[in-house]
């Protein structure tokens, strides 16, 4: 069984439309993130929601909305796309309360034309 | 800003070699140290941590050394195989009620020839 499962795992889709990514985890954590890895590997945060509540949010355009409906879900919506939006998108989720580590899904591949 | 620089970008070593990759932070707040390994279209996976009051940590052929004074860590790699071949990325938590948030360094791309 997958701990963290996200769709899909690719996207393209053409600039100006919206899309959603969904994340989903097994693993009974109560902190959900999204991170964005860009073209150099480099991963930043963009989100991070503690019990359907949000706790972190990173410089990321208004475009980008995250809605958590529980605690085991943490889907990503963005509005009106953008070349520069073109990234792979990772969903991590963490017990809180102690120094563990973050459990990552598989990424998707969001490439806009 | 980047809070955490990680270096090397890139690294080749031949089987059997010992990569080291360094890792460098200013931050004090941070108080969890982990290392996390990927392999090409798949996500990070936690491979070995380290809490600052701990000079080092070995699991397996990872090791990780920690130089609290310097504000330095880095890991090690022992017996290194093709299998390893992957990127690394350092990372640091602060602790508190910051949400467990990770912030990353750089990655370094490892090849290992056979």
């Known amino acids: 069984d997958t701990a963290v499962s996200q769709t899909p795992k690719y996207l393209v889709t053409q600039m100006g439309n919206d899309k959603s990514i969904k994340c989903e985890q097994n693993?009974?954590?109560?902190?959900m993130y999204w991170y964005k890895q860009d073209s150099k590997k480099f991963l930043k945060i963009m989100f991070s929601?503690?019990?359907?509540?949000?706790?972190i949010n990173e410089t990321v355009p208004n475009r980008f909305s995250p809605k958590s409906p529980d605690k085991a879900h943490l889907n990503l919506h963005i509005n009106s796309l953008e070349l520069g939006d073109s990234a792979v998108y990772f969903c991590?989720?963490?017990?809180?309360?102690?120094?563990?580590?973050?459990?990552f899904g598989s990424g998707t591949r969001l490439t806009v034309v | 800003q980047q809070q955490v620089k990680q270096s090397p970008q890139s690294l080749i070593v031949q089987k059997g070699g010992i990569p080291i990759i360094n890792c460098a932070y200013e931050?004090?707040?941070?108080?969890?140290f982990p290392w996390y390994q990927q392999f090409p279209g798949k996500g990070p996976a936690l491979l070995i941590a380290?809490?600052?009051?701990?000079s080092e940590k070995k699991e397996g052929r990872f090791t990780i050394s920690f130089n609290k004074s310097a504000k330095q860590f880095s890991l090690h790699i022992m017996d290194s195989q093709p299998g390893d071949s992957a990127t690394y990325f350092c990372?640091?938590?602060?602790?508190?009620?910051?949400?467990?948030?990770?912030?990353f360094g750089g990655g370094t791309r490892l090849m290992v020839k056979p």
């Open positions: 991590a989720s963490s017990q809180s309360g102690g120094r563990v580590g973050y459990t």
């Open positions: 929601y503690n019990n359907k509540e949000l706790i």
């Open positions: 380290i809490r600052p009051d701990v």
């Open positions: 990372a640091a938590r602060v602790g508190g009620n910051a949400g467990n948030m990770l912030t």
């Open positions: 693993l009974g954590h109560d902190t």
């Open positions: 931050n004090t707040a941070f108080d969890y």
